[in-house]
């Protein structure tokens, strides 16, 4: 199951949590939420703005992982992490598909999470 995630339209200090969660999740849980494309993206981003973060987890974010496009080399995510990720992984199993919802439905507690 994947996420729809506009990229281009999220500051990249909100990228941080998203690339890690999404990392968790893959690389702990065996599970994920964005797709590769997505993903990707993410990294691509982070990677080209990076001089640009000002996030307290930024030092676990790794300037040739970005590159490679992996984030396999993350050791030890904060409990943060690891709470925010599980809520977004058990969120998305609960929400229909974006073309289903309506727009004006409610938010997830992890989009509150991120304000």
């Given at each position: 199951m994947?996420?729809?995630?506009?990229?281009?339209?999220?500051?990249?200090?909100?990228?941080?949590?998203?690339?890690?969660?999404?990392?968790?999740?893959?690389?702990e849980q065996d599970k994920h939420v964005l797709s590769?494309?997505?993903?990707?993206?993410v990294c691509k981003r982070l990677l080209s703005e990076f001089d640009l973060v000002d996030h307290p987890h930024?030092?676990?974010v790794d300037h040739e992982a970005l590159a490679a496009g992996t984030g396999y080399n993350i050791k030890e995510y904060p409990s943060?992490?690891?709470?925010?990720?599980?809520?977004w992984y058990k969120e998305r199993l609960q929400t229909p598909p974006l073309a289903a919802q309506s727009s004006?439905?409610?938010?997830?507690?992890?989009?509150?999470?991120?304000?």
């Open positions: 994947s996420y729809s995630l506009d990229v281009q339209a999220i500051s990249c200090n909100r990228l941080v949590p998203y690339y890690l969660m999404s990392c968790y999740l893959y690389y590769d494309d997505q993903f990707d993206a930024k030092h676990l943060m992490v690891i709470g925010a990720a599980t809520r004006n439905g409610p938010r997830s507690t992890l989009e509150s999470f991120f304000e």
